[in-house]
């Protein structure tokens, strides 16, 4: 065990103690007297010492030190009472300390990081043993707190789990706590008064992985767009990585992989996620998986047995597995023994007597007269009550209806069928036979004719489904034909495409079949619908099983066998290619090295793996791969796919490039064989590509396949299923990554923006709407983000998401009059009024912000102030809209003199003049403002100008155009309420300007006051009071300091570089003002 540093002196200690290894840092050393042969006096004298010298009166004969060279304190470490127990501390530390230590220059230092690391390891051990005792421990509770603390994340950002472990900076590690949490990993350490904080969304992460480096032997490494990032010293690593692994498995298929999500009711509730869970889940998964069942099917127990195994006459060591509607087995020996017992075959499960012999039997019976003995099963009176519970339940929601009339009719092929019935009567004919070794050879050799539609169904269990659904095809064919739709135009496109060179196509009641089978399916899964390959997968399927039984194969295949194959993006199939150029690089190292770009080979396999062979084998040899696969599942098809590379090694390797590599695979896969067929050969679908102009070498199916199966049959299932996991978020990143550059593609031609730029407001753009997703409950107005949808349209943000953005990366912040703003920009680009914007819109307005002309932003501002931007019911209640509309017919006040007042009225009648003929040769293309939208642009300039360096002349001038803009209106209100303007200016103006706080346009004024200035300048009541974008625009140009503020280059790049710091930090805040009023209310 790992013990609490305390220094000690060896001087006095030399004799008690012998070392058994050493290194630079640390030694390791024996108790003397322990396991010494004829030192009994020795170990009695030690003894005495020990209860004299120590505080305990036994001391661990084993023991570690640390010692810092050239210094004469020492740390004991560890301690272990055996010597295996004392060399694993030691191989730990060799592994993950002591090639560390040498980057630290002071001695001080390395004394304090390994001791440092010590403490971590003992909380962690602590808090594992405290897990295991109680459902949530106090340790558990208190790295709660200090998470909260530390990330100042909402409430809704659940804690899973945490580790001591160190993070690599460079050379350099910082030993501090990784906290996993449901959508964050996050790192914190404080280490020689540094303090270091990490946040990496599991959605950020693009590669997570097993590595080493030049000090340490194992790491994690993780991944993201810029950055790798190192954590290392783990006390138990293939546990933190196996839930790190699922965290950002779940994460990204959760947030991601929208087709997944409404199949995965887990997915939906994040916040219920914990480490149990997790755990849980991979059990559950690996379950089904293993026994290719359907993903609704709820592990509920996993138990220790051994089974009875007839053939063998013992019992086989193994697991049971209890789910919802089976009783599963696997040997411990992989492979060596698997059983399904589906529950509705079951006819009884009774408890045997208890015998030192036979410890905790019992009994299950099946309908096939056959009986299956489990023994050593722990807990066995739940186990069973809970096993005849759900055998009632299964038995009330599917009532029996069994035929056992096919079981008579096998009689050809007769080597082959001899062998089959031989194995039927040892091992079991029904879907709950004894599948072993033995079976697996038999399938190699290939299944016959008369036999294989019938073991189809039982190696996929599609006969459960088709005996639990009586009726049900035949009510999916009656509500499906007929209906005209998109997908039935491409099964129609498709029909006579289907294995067109065999003769059960080329008539119509085998396009009829094949039609009603695709269409049925269609409408039992319309999230799957119909893809292609489908109809040349069905067309086999019919050739050897009945109309019925091939749609329950199909589902066996689409939603079971190949899961997330047949959908709209292939999520599934990518992963196994992807899946598949691993295993490339493992077994075939040298052909992938040869093959610089082993992608360009996985798109050439894509269709083995989509069509299962089908399309590009002669049909009596590609049969034998579908046999292998309804007994292995898709491992058969990854070794398989091997077998074939490796016996077109030389050729790939020969090519020049893809085309030739395609051409040599072609051949050799055209001119395989099946020397066992009856029927006459049937060509493949890439025939063509072997006009040979010499004979070419064929191969039989059977020697390929038993090749396979010998070189390449080692993968496990929960191998595979972890490759699956591993490269899925390879994938999905690689869709993420596709969607951004096309948006930007899209966007940048259109915009002055840079594109380094552009790429950073999109990461920011997206994690707004994920930050959404990670802590808020889903809304109607914000949908998740959905792959199918075009690529400038996944992402989409509503406005209160705008909000955050405008905040963080709009130039023109306001103070509190900010969010009114942001809140009118959303109106005015939410064209469709489907309360969402999409990134192009966001960034367009943005353009014209930071990059715009003088004109093209006063327009931008402009149209911010009449609607749809402004409306009724603004939010801004401190706005003069609320009040009665001001006068403009009383004195408007400058700070001129007498006479340049007077010139200044000569001015404004020239500049009205020439608006006027500019407004008839111009069509005008924004209304009108109003006096009360007016004063609301103005309050907006206003609060623009607020905390800019030359606030007072800004102040100064907006003053002046506001009340030239002011008389303007005026003006043009006389005009249309009497038809002349003869009112010139013969008024003096007299009155000194006003301060913006005292300007009466944005002064708040009382009730009586208004009345008060009502009576002495009374309003007129003809005519409305405009102003045109013109009118503005030139009279902002009249003054200097104003276009000088809208002119001056802006630069984003430090608001980008702010927003990544602040984005977190606002959306917390934003969140914490909305959970105080539910705080007040539940405190009252």
Known sequence: ????????????????????????????????????GGGRLTGRLVGALDAVLDSNARVAPFRILLQVPGSQVYSPIACGATLEEINQHWDWLEQNLLHTLSVFDNKDDIASFVKGKVKALIAEETSSRLAEQEEEPEKFREALVKFEARFNFPEAEKLV????CCCWKGRVPRQGWLYLSINHLCFYSFFLGKELKLVVPWVDIQKLERTS??????????????????????????EVFKIMEQLADVTLRRLLDNEVFDLDPDLQEPSQITKRDLEARAQNEFFRAFFRLPRRERLHAVVGCSLWTPFSRCHTVGRMFASDRYVCFASKEDGCCNVILPLREVVSIEKMEDTSLLPNPIIISIRSKMAFQFIELKDRDNLVESLLMRLKQVHANHPVHYDTSRDEDMSREQIKISLWNDHFVEYGRTVCMFRTEKIRKLVAMGIPESLRGRLWLLFSDAVTDLASHPGYYGNLVEESMGKCCLVTEEIERDLHRSLPEHPAFQNETGIAALRRVLTAYAHRNPKIGYCQSMNILTSVLLLYAKEEEAFWLLVAVCERMLPDYFNHRVIGAQVDQSVFEELIKEHLPELAEHMNDLSALASISLSWFLTLFLSIMPLESAVSVVDCFFFDGIK??????????????????????????????????????????????????????????????????????????????????????????????????GHEDTTKQNVLRVVIPEVSIPPEDLEELYDLFKREHMMSCYWEQPRPMAPRHDPSR??????????????????????????????????????????????????????????????????????????????????????????????????????????KSNGDA?????????????????????????????????????????????????????????????????????????????????????????????????????????????????QTFPEEAEGDWTVSLEHILASLLTEQSLVNFFEKPLDIKSKLENAKINQYSLKTLEMSRQSQPELKLSSL
């Open 213 to 238: 480096n030049v000090f340490l032997t194992d790491t994690i490494r993780i991944t993201t767009q810029n950055k790798e990032r190192d954590f290392s010293m783990f006390l138990n690593l293939d």
């Open 902 to 1014: 007077a010139d200044y009225q000569k001015q404004l009648k020239q500049m009205i003049k020439d608006l006027a003929k500019e407004k008839d040769q111009t069509d005008k293309e924004l209304p009108k403002m109003s006096q009360r939208e007016f004063i609301q642009f103005c309050k907006t300039l206003y609060s623009m100008f607020h905390e800019d360096p030359e606030e007072n002349d800004l102040y100064q001038a907006i003053a002046t155009v506001t009340t030239l803009l002011l008389q303007i209106g005026e003006v043009g209100q006389r005009g249309s309420s009497s038809g002349s303007c003869s009112q010139e200016g013969g008024e003096e103006l007299r009155a000194p300007a006003l301060s913006p706080e005292q300007d009466s346009v944005f002064a708040d004024t009382s009730p009586g006051k208004i009345v008060q200035d009502s």
């Open 790 to 895: 075009p690529y400038a349209e996944q992402y989409r943000i509503d406005a209160r998401q705008f909000a955050h953005l405008f905040q963080l990366v709009s130039p023109w912040t306001c103070g509190a009059h900010t969010e009114i703003l942001a809140e009118r920009t959303f109106r005015l680009l939410d064209d469709n009024m489907d309360h969402l914007i999409e990134f192009k819109a966001f960034v367009s307005c943005l353009d014209v912000m930071y990059n715009g002309e003088m004109n093209e932003k006063i327009k931008l501002l402009y149209r911010l102030h009449i609607p749809p931007a402004l409306t009724e019911n603004d939010r801004d209640s401190q706005s003069p809209l609320k009040n009665p509309l001001l006068s403009t017919s009383r004195p408007l006040v400058f700070g």
């Open 636 to 733: 058969a098809i990854f070794q398989l796919g091997l077998a074939v590379l490796e016996a077109n090694a030389q050729g790939l390797c020969s090519s020049k490039d893809d085309g030739q590599a395609l051409m040599v695979l072609s051949r050799f896969l055209d001119h395989i064989k099946n020397e066992d067929s009856p029927g006459p050969p049937v060509g493949s679908h890439h025939a063509f590509f072997s006009d040979d102009q010499e004979p070419y070498p064929g191969t039989d199916i059977a020697d390929l396949i038993r090749d396979s199966y010998e070189k390449f049959g080692d993968q496990s299932v929960e191998q595979i299923e972890h490759l699956r996991c591993k490269h899925r978020i390879r994938v999905l990143q």
């Open 161 to 164: 789990t945490y580790y001591s």
């Open 1 to 36: 065990m790992w013990l609490k540093p305390e220094e000690v002196l060896l001087k006095n200690a030399l004799k008690l103690w012998v070392t058994q290894k050493s290194s630079c840092y640390f030694i390791l050393q024996r108790r003397r007297g322990h396991g010494e």
